[in-house]
């Protein structure tokens, strides 16, 4: 089982970035797949998840109307789109699934 994050970089207050993160080693499309982040000096926190079939999903208040978490079962692949990016969503970003996480993609927002 493997999860692999890419989509990360610096941009501006204001911008977008989409991550997408990869997975292996499983039936994809049987799992619910979910987005975490941790800040320097943070907790790791959860950020969105969405379901096998990807008709539920939720985020966290913090990135609600901002960001749009999507999947892709044929290609086995979950997405991130992140508009509107903030300072405080400076963090690395992690895909997640049961027990398996990926390496995480660095995410920096900053002016």
């Known amino acids: 089982v493997q999860l692999a994050e890419s989509g990360g970089g610096l941009v501006r207050p204001g911008e977008s970035l989409e991550l997408s993160c990869a997975a292996s080693?499983?039936?994809?499309?049987?799992?619910?797949m979910n987005w975490h982040r941790q800040a320097p000096g943070k907790e790791r926190e959860w950020v969105a998840s969405?379901?096998?079939?990807?008709?539920?999903?939720k985020y966290a208040d913090s990135v609600k109307g901002r960001f749009t978490i999507s999947r892709h079962n044929l290609k086995k692949t979950v997405s991130l789109q992140m508009n509107s990016l903030k300072p405080e969503d400076t963090a690395v970003y992690y895909c997640?699934?049961?027990?398996?996480w990926g390496q995480g993609t660095q995410v920096t927002v900053s002016s």
């Open positions: 997640n699934t049961r027990d398996t």
């Open positions: 080693g499983f039936l994809f499309s049987l799992y619910p």
């Open positions: 969405i379901d096998s079939t990807g008709r539920i999903i």
